[in-house]
C-alpha cells in the first residue's frame, strides 16, 4: 500500500511478463514495466516455474523495463543461482542505460551475460 494525500491505497502492479519458447530448450522472459518490491514476486513466479519445469536455459529480456529495483536485482540473481544448480545459464538483453547503470554499479554485469539484442543473447546461451 502506498499512500496519496494521507490516504492509502493500492498500487498498480505495474509489470507485464510473457514466457516464450525460443530454439531448442531456451525460453525468453519478455518484461515490462517496473520491477520493484511489488511486482517482482510475479517475475520470480515466472521464472520459478521455467525452472520448475527444467528449463535451465533463460534470456530475459529488459529492454521495456523502465525501473529496476533491489528487489528485483534479487529475483534474477536467485533465478541465475537455480539454474546454475542445473548447470544452466541465463542472458540478459538489456539496452536502457539506466538499468545498464545499475547492473554496472553493482557489479551484476560480471555475472550475467548482458547483450544488445535477443539474437546475440540466444547465440550466446549455447
Known amino acids: ?3 496519496f494525500n494521507g490516504k492509502p491505497r493500492k498500487r498498480n502492479l505495474d509489470i507485464k511478463v510473457t514466457v516464450r519458447k525460443a530454439h531448442g530448450d531456451c525460453y525468453v522472459v519478455d ?3 517496473e520491477i ?5 514476486p510475479k517475475v ?6 521455467l525452472i520448475d519445469r527444467g528449463v535451465y536455459h533463460l534470456v530475459i529480456n529488459l529492454e521495456k523495463v523502465r525501473y529496476i529495483d533491489s528487489t528485483g536485482l534479487g529475483v534474477l540473481i536467485g533465478g ?3 539454474v546454475r544448480e542445473h548447470g544452466g545459464s541465463v542472458n540478459l538483453v538489456c539496452t536502457n542505460p539506466q538499468i545498464k547503470k545499475i ?3 553493482t557489479g551484476l554485469v560480471k555475472i550475467f551475460g548482458m547483450f544488445e539484442n535477443e539474437d546475440v543473447a540466444m547465440n ?3
Not at 520493484?36 to 517482482?40: K, N
Not at 520470480?44 to 516455474?49: D, H, L, M, S, V
Open 1 to 3: 500500500m502506498t499512500t
Open 31 to 33: 518484461l515490462s514495466g
Open 36 to 40: 520493484d518490491v511489488y511486482t517482482s
Open 44 to 49: 520470480k513466479e515466472a521464472i520459478g516455474e
Open 80 to 82: 541465475l543461482k537455480r
Open 103 to 105: 547492473f554496472d554499479i
Open 124 to 126: 550466446a546461451l549455447v
